[in-house]
């Protein structure tokens, strides 16, 4: 049997009513929607304020959303409605498993799209917010269902209400859904390893879900004095320079304070916050932890793992084929790094399959086959 060819990242586009078609009847006030303002241009909304311009894109053309933003600028009418510029198989899961035929791909996962940017925005309102989230999380899992086996779903959660988010992997379990995305974030300005957490895990690790970390709205690990002259609501320029930094932090965290000891089951994905970094964060991690143990005559906490070892076994990364995930496979192993486009998005490319298959460079055998969807087999627990 050939193995599964699996893009572990790819989006589908939220309808325009998505979110009130799957709300909790008494939450029908605090959908989401998407509306168009005074001359034709679409907006993530609620209650009706505007909160995001919606994006049409398409792989590898980034300067058409900055021609779309200058001509909102300059007062224009939208040249058509957000129905007539989306393809069919952006927002419709049975056209997008007949791309996947086209692309040569067994199988994607499929995280939100307009999903990425509104959750902290929310924030103020967490009856509100979690109304909204488990309103994605039922149109990710129909999608699952129309899918018929090849649109692996990304449940959309917050952390912020441990008892909320149990109870809601269970429901993405029961659904068919073996993912769930969740910011690498302090949680009420606490790290991840607060023992608050420790149901949700243990959650995660009883319903056999994955948690993962990707690119989405959440409070950055970096000083906000370093954003100043940036007025960019979601996509700050250095956010984007340094993606790794909040997964780095958030599982540097999670393994030194033994939130993964505590439960070896956890699998953790990280998706579209780069990989180049991960030789170095795994030289660091054993070594700084060696060199603390010195200087203080014992470990920062007792671990029956080295530090490293718990990121191998638990974690997965997947690699953008710009970074060339060949030579990162040589450099950590076979059993890291997955295969990820980011298709449809402008950063993501046209052809994952071709694109793969280059970034994979002189991977043969078991390498490539994990690389090419064996990891991604394993974060999904197939």
């Not at 997965?316 to 496979?329: D, F, I, N, S």
Request: charged share 20%.
């Amino acid at each position: 049997m050939a193995p599964q060819i699996i893009d572990v990242d790819q989006h589908l586009f939220e309808t325009r009513t998505t979110w009130i078609d799957h709300i909790d009847p008494g939450f029908r006030a605090d959908a989401l929607a998407i509306e168009d303002d005074e001359r034709g241009w679409p907006w993530v909304t609620w209650r009706g304020e505007r909160l995001y311009p919606v994006e049409i894109q398409h792989p590898g053309h980034p300067e058409e959303v900055g021609e779309n933003r200058l001509a909102m600028e300059r007062g224009e009418p939208a040249p058509a409605s957000y129905e007539e510029l989306l393809p069919p198989s952006y927002a419709s899961p049975a056209a997008r498993v007949e791309d996947l035929d086209r692309m040569g791909l067994d199988s994607t996962v499929l995280f939100p799209n307009f999903g990425l940017v509104w959750g902290e925005m929310l924030r103020s309102d967490p009856p509100a917010q979690t109304a909204n989230l488990r309103a994605y999380n039922r149109w990710a899992a129909a999608a699952v269902t129309e899918g018929k086996g090849r649109l692996h779903g990304v449940g959309h959660l917050t952390l912020s209400d441990p008892e909320w988010a149990v109870a809601e992997i269970g429901r993405l379990a029961s659904d068919g859904i073996r993912l769930a995305m969740v910011p690498p974030a302090p949680v009420n300005g606490r790290p991840l390893s607060q023992p608050d957490l420790d149901p949700v895990w243990a959650a995660f690790c009883d319903h056999g879900v994955a948690a993962v970390f990707h690119v989405s709205e959440f409070e950055s690990p970096l000083h906000p004095a370093w954003y100043e002259g940036d007025e960019e609501k979601v996509d700050k320029l250095l956010d984007s320079v340094f993606l790794w930094a909040a997964p780095a932090v958030a599982l540097a965290n999670m393994i030194l304070n033994g939130t993964l000891d505590r439960f070896p089951a956890l699998r953790i994905g990280v998706v579209e916050l780069t990989a180049g970094w991960v030789p170095t964060f795994l030289l660091h991690i054993d070594g700084a932890s060696d060199f603390y143990a010195l200087r203080h005559g014992g470990p920062y906490k007792k671990l029956a793992l080295r530090p490293s070892e718990y990121f191998l076994r638990q974690v997965r990364v997947a690699a953008l084929p710009y970074e060339q995930p060949g030579t990162l496979v040589e450099q950590v192993g076979e059993d890291m790094f997955m295969f990820g486009s980011d298709w449809p998005h402008a950063e993501g490319v046209a052809d994952p399959l071709a694109a793969g298959t280059r970034g994979a460079g002189r991977l043969e055998g078991r390498a490539l086959d994990q690389l090419m969807g064996g990891n991604a087999a394993w974060l999904l627990g197939l």
